[in-house]
């Protein structure tokens, strides 16, 4: 089944304390991407990956690192978690960019404390 | 720049009225693509429907129907004859052929009354 995957669903952190959120897709998409879910807000990019190790900002990347060393994966890391970062995250892949629409991860429910 | 508004918050409608979505986006590029995604209250996100900027013909899909005006920069979604599943919350992206961004409006929550 072509799917996009997040792991942990949910997670409960303390400020400071490193984490990553792992996203796979086994679609072979050449595009992913990273948002972030804020009431009033809507959805953010975060950081977006064209194809292996080639990443780049989105409109709200501070705080977040991400890589892209295998093309089905896409970790979100934030190195010192602030609880401004507490979100609904969500991960995404598409064939490529453009015209192709994005295929999104179940959401990753993350409460920095 | 890149800007999707989506400038109704909340709306809500009884069941089997029609209602009407709006989106308006803002771009600097002739070629472009937009993008309709539904969030239903089980979170997920789901692809609706794309159009690329050199397509302005409507769409219809059973009881959803796209009206892309590039004269008003607007592409807006109408559900005809709506029904409770129909609540979600719905939003408007924007993908520009020249960058690699991708802009979300803010989304409109439709609530459906029985």
């Known amino acids: 089944e072509a799917q996009v995957t997040q792991n942990p669903r949910y997670l409960i952190t303390v400020t400071g304390k490193k984490l990553t959120v792992t996203c796979s897709q086994n679609m072979n998409h050449e595009y992913m991407s990273w948002y972030r879910q804020d009431p009033g807000l809507g959805l953010r990019q975060i950081y977006y990956s064209m194809n292996v190790e080639v990443t780049d900002k989105g409109d709200v990347p501070e705080g977040y690192k991400v890589s892209r060393k295998e093309k089905r994966n896409f970790p979100l890391i934030l190195e010192s978690p602030s609880p401004n970062q507490t979100s609904l995250y969500f991960c995404?892949?598409?064939?490529?960019?453009?015209?192709?629409?994005?295929?999104f991860g179940p959401g990753t429910r993350l409460t920095v404390t | 720049a890149q800007k999707v508004t989506q400038a109704q918050t909340e709306i809500s409608v009884v069941e089997k009225e029609d209602v009407t979505l709006d989106c308006v986006y803002e771009?600097?590029?002739?070629?472009?693509?937009l993008f309709w995604y539904k969030q239903p209250p089980s979170g997920e996100l789901v692809f609706l429907i794309r159009r690329n900027s050199f397509d302005e013909q409507n769409e219809i899909s059973g009881r959803y129907s796209w009206n892309f005006q590039k004269s008003t920069s607007s592409f807006n979604f109408t559900i005809t004859a709506s029904q409770v599943v129909d609540s979600a919350v719905y939003f408007c992206?924007?993908?520009?052929?020249?960058?690699?961004?991708?802009?979300f409006g803010k989304g409109t929550r439709l609530h459906i009354l029985p």
């Open positions: 992206a924007l993908s520009e052929a020249n960058r690699y961004k991708i802009i």
């Open positions: 995404a892949s598409s064939f490529s960019y453009g015209l192709n629409e994005q295929y």
């Open positions: 771009t600097r590029d002739t070629t472009y693509y």
